[in-house]
């Protein structure tokens, strides 16, 4: 068996374990399949609706690509901004702590009223929900040098922007990936959120709409079988970024001797 | 470099006032090595930052060139390789990765650390660690050298071993070097003048030319006298 299979065995273990006990309770408890479908009828639904989950998760897919995108930099920035300035991070902080409190239904139709029915105000909900574990990490990562190192630096006869770019922005990458997989993790229940609460006018407008449309109309199966997507891909999202960040920040890993 | 009746205080953490230097005066000639002793906490780092213009003195004067601080932790990068690290300060003047590479890698030949270029910080043992810092210093292009406690944090065998890599690297590179250093041999083996400093507030309360002939070993009858002499005024300057 290779390394990466001898890996993925646990959690495929684990998961074969949770479907059969699922299975086994969907079929003998009697709750009934508009409320807990069984693994295999979700299987089905799947199967025989495939074409447009498809559709609905690309449409997903896309949203969580760049609202993840727009987060990281919008994170990124605010994080930098806030480092450099005690005024900003007095006056910002605050406020982007409260930002995350916001129930996103209460300012949806705004967005669609200032941006339109399209896939702009998903994705500044989707960045709005995930730029706030980027943003904590980052600062926290950027102030977290060595109290030494601006020291040495001035030895060197560092300006300000060099210490900042050979020291401070490196030792803050990989807090900062850090809070990219958390963003992750939360970017694909926040387009659920963002789609579910900004009107859309697209033929297909996303898994989030089908699972809400699906769900109360008595079409439990087809909702439990896009929820599966969104699951796999949220998986597959965080283990992507594992890797890039093997390759963006090696020595991180090292240290801490990961063997994600 | 001359420092004159040179005086520092300080407001530390706690806000409590600390008198770290009372008149220090110091020289050393260009090419010179001169180590300063003393007990710790006696202002020895804050002597090596005021040379660095790390810190202005309250009183007294420093005439000296530019100066580069090694500090006591090597403070290497751990995202950069050796070569890089060591590089730093040529990448920090404005060169190319690739010319700051070319400089640094030659003189990793010359100094016995071929082959640890692309090593990773983590990679390193503690004596090689110090040596890149060391090289990072010198690449700096500073006529002054400003070490505390180069080799503090290393075992006794590999002191030993760095204290003869040291004199062998200012003998091929040539620089004016103050170095602190609570070890009287290691100031004693390798200085043209060792100063002792007093418990704080620190004074100089001894001065001892070391004119012996290099290369110098621990064991010469004229190093140990030396060392008994310096031991005697730390003995002498320092309350029972």
Request: aromatic share 6%.
């Amino acid at each position: 068996m290779t390394l990466s299979a001898r890996r993925a065995l646990p959690a495929a273990l684990l998961s074969v374990g949770v479907l059969a006990a699922w299975e086994l309770y969907a079929d003998v408890s009697g709750v009934g399949e508009e409320l807990l479908p069984a693994p295999h009828a979700v299987a089905s639904a799947l199967w025989s609706n495939g074409g447009l989950i498809w559709r609905n998760f690309a449409v997903t897919a896309e949203q969580v690509v760049l609202g993840l995108g727009l987060a990281l930099a919008f994170g990124l920035v605010l994080a930098v901004a806030i480092h450099l300035s005690p005024l900003l991070r007095r006056a910002v902080y605050p406020l982007a702590v409260g930002s995350q409190a916001i129930p996103i239904p209460v300012i949806g139709v705004l967005l669609v009223f200032w941006w339109g029915f399209g896939i702009f105000p998903k994705l500044m909900v989707i960045a709005l929900i995930c730029f706030f574990p980027v943003l904590v990490t980052t600062v926290d990562g950027l102030s977290g040098v060595d109290p030494e190192q601006p020291k040495l630096l001035r030895t060197l006869d560092a300006s300000r922007w060099q210490a900042f770019r050979f020291a401070e922005l490196p030792a803050a990458l990989p807090a900062a990936l850090s809070g990219a997989r958390i963003a992750l993790a939360v970017g694909v229940i926040g387009a659920f959120i963002a789609e579910t609460s900004t009107p859309s006018s697209a033929p297909y407008s996303g898994l989030g709409r089908e699972i809400i449309t699906d769900a109360g109309g008595f079409q439990t199966a087809r909702a439990y079988a896009a929820t599966a997507v969104l699951f796999v891909f949220a998986i597959a999202c965080f283990y992507a970024l594992s890797l890039a960040e093997r390759r963006l920040a090696p020595w991180a890993i090292q240290s801490r001797g990961d063997t994600r | 470099m001359v420092l004159d009746r040179v005086s520092r205080s300080y407001r530390n953490a706690r806000g409590a006032d600390v008198h770290a230097l009372h008149e220090v005066s110091l020289r050393a000639g260009a090419g010179e090595l001169l180590a300063v002793v003393g007990p710790s906490g006696c202002g020895k780092s804050t002597l090596l930052e005021l040379i660095c213009a790390l810190q202005v003195p309250d009183a007294g004067t420093i005439a000296c060139p530019a100066a580069v601080l090694m500090p006591q932790r090597d403070l290497l990068l751990p995202w950069l390789s050796a070569l890089d690290n060591a590089g730093l300060a040529l990448r920090i003047a404005g060169r190319t990765r690739t010319q700051a590479r070319r400089h640094a890698s030659a003189l990793f030949d010359q100094l016995g650390l071929e082959g640890f270029e692309h090593a990773r910080p983590n990679e390193l043992s503690g004596g090689q660690r110090q040596r890149v810092a060391f090289l990072r210093t010198l690449l700096a292009g500073k006529p002054l050298l400003c070490l505390d406690e180069p080799f503090g944090a290393l075992d006794a065998i590999t002191r030993a071993e760095m204290q003869g890599w040291l004199a062998d690297a200012l003998t091929r590179e040539p620089r004016t070097v103050v170095l602190v250093t609570h070890d009287v041999e290691e100031a004693i083996v390798l200085a043209d003048r060792v100063a002792v400093l007093s418990p704080r507030p620190g004074r100089v309360i001894a001065q001892l030319e070391v004119e012996l002939a290099r290369p110098r070993l621990r064991t010469d009858a004229d190093v140990i006298s030396l060392r008994e002499q310096a031991l005697e005024a730390l003995a002498a300057g320092t309350p029972a």
